[in-house]
């Protein structure tokens, strides 16, 4: 299986700042990668897949990079809407794995 | 626009059967550019795929629940579900069905939309 490790578990940010999530792949996952954002007692909503590609409807302060083993997700300006958990997700290959979430909490 | 929605108990006894059935509305089951998947998630947990079922009848299954789970899809009721058994405390948690999403004509093993969940709780 390969195993997704996100970092930090938890981020204290303020409203405006920049921010960045990292996922780790324990082998090459190529750009099989998608993130998902969640609020309590919501079901997770994508945000980016394909490592990069922005759903549709997603705002573009929400951006991806990366590759192979190391991903990141940005967002350029927090607003009250974001602080949530956010997840990473493979898809390279069967079974499905998810990062174990990072929560993003206002500072 | 496609929707999903689980249904089934909210409570079960441990080592009974677990069944769940996910109904599509706003688009086809049989659709040949998707599949369907259940994920789970424990309390206060993270998210667990369970396994993924294609409008062919393929199935794809964690390893780790392989051995009690059997997934299937009904395209006369537009659904598909999923069965776990020998349910124990540990499999407590919110309970998803989703879609795989597309961008354009190319689908992928990312999940868009996603059900509301539906709580399981394994409880005697």
């Known amino acids: 299986d390969i195993q997704m490790t996100q970092s930090p578990s938890t981020l204290s940010a303020s409203v405006g700042d920049r921010v960045t999530i990292t996922c780790r792949a324990s082998q090459s996952i190529s750009s099989w990668l998608a993130w998902y954002q969640q609020k309590p007692g919501k079901a997770p909503k994508v945000l980016i897949y394909?490592?990069?590609s922005l759903e549709s409807g997603v705002p573009s302060r929400f951006s991806g990079s990366g590759s192979g083993t190391e991903f990141t997700l940005s967002i350029s300006s927090l607003q009250p809407d974001d602080f949530a958990t956010y997840y990473c997700?493979?898809?390279?290959?069967?079974?499905?794995?998810f990062g174990q979430g990072t929560r993003l909490e206002i500072k | 626009q496609l929707q999903l929605q689980e249904s089934g108990p909210g409570l079960v006894k441990p080592s009974e059967t677990l069944s769940l059935t996910c109904t599509v509305s706003g688009g086809s089951v049989s659709s040949s550019s998707h599949n369907w998947g259940w994920i789970r998630q424990p309390p206060g947990k993270g998210l667990e795929w369970i396994g993924s079922i294609y409008y062919s009848g393929n199935t794809y299954y964690n390893p780790s629940l392989k051995s009690r789970v059997t997934m299937s899809v009904d395209t006369s009721k537009n659904q598909f579900s999923l069965k776990l058994n020998s349910m124990t405390a540990a499999d407590t948690a919110v309970y998803y069905c989703?879609?795989?999403?597309?961008?354009?004509?190319?689908?992928?093993?990312?999940?868009?939309?996603w059900g509301q969940g539906t709580l399981v709780t394994v409880s005697s």
């Open positions: 394909k490592e990069s």
């Open positions: 997700q493979q898809y390279n290959s069967y079974p499905i794995t």
């Open positions: 989703a879609r795989t999403g597309c961008s354009g004509t190319t689908c992928s093993n990312w999940f868009d939309p």
